[in-house]
């Protein structure tokens, strides 16, 4: 049986599917409907963006009690994907609304998150294009990324109530970024 690899990305990521080796959750919910032998070969899923838990956890349960051979569908990358960072690095209230994941240290002045995008989050209900993740995403994923890096490696211990402000902010676009998974440096120095 041959694999095929394909990278699952929310509904809001259709276009993206047309040109791209992807799948979107509800194309991937309907080709669980179809009888297993008309399928070819078996699927290996790689989480893109937008994907919420509550979609990975029902394709999975799907697969695992509704297929006669779930093993034709490895699923195992999803429950490894990048996971959102706390709401109060982000300052947000609500988890889907956090666009980065957790930050890493990578030197003193470099640091490491991963782009975390819920199709739920409050950016992402109108203006897509669904081809590519749209600016004023990545421009908030930027802020979070800032306020995330300050609370975790920059407030000391003993500092009750600091607040960070961003003065400005200058954001200039070199391309596209498409619903893959995606890894930000923050440079501070």
Not at 60 to 76: A, L
Not at 117 to 129: A, P
Request: hydrophobic share 40%; glycine share 6%.
């Amino acid at each position: 049986m041959t694999c095929k690899t394909l990278i699952l990305v929310s509904d809001k990521f259709i276009d993206f599917t047309l040109d791209e080796k992807a799948i979107t959750v509800s194309q991937l919910s309907a080709m669980l409907e179809v009888p297993e032998h008309i399928l070819p070969g078996a699927l290996k899923l790689i989480p893109g963006l937008g994907l919420s838990d509550n979609d990975i956890e029902e394709l999975t349960t799907k697969i695992n009690t509704q297929c006669s051979s779930p093993s034709r569908w490895d699923v195992s990358a999803l429950a490894s994907r990048p996971r959102p960072a706390k709401t109060c690095l982000s300052h947000k209230r609500l988890p889907r609304s956090t666009l980065i994941g957790p930050p890493h240290q990578l030197d003193e002045n470099r640091f490491r998150m991963d782009l975390c995008i819920d199709e739920n989050s409050e950016l992402m209900g109108d203006h897509q294009t669904g081809q590519h993740v749209q600016g004023m995403v990545l421009v908030e994923a930027s802020r979070q990324a800032f306020l995330a890096v300050t609370e975790a490696f920059f407030q000391g211990e003993s500092e009750d109530s600091v607040y960070f402000v961003i003065n400005s902010m200058t954001t200039e676009f070199m391309g596209f970024v498409f619903p893959v998974h995606s890894t930000r440096i923050l440079i501070t120095g």
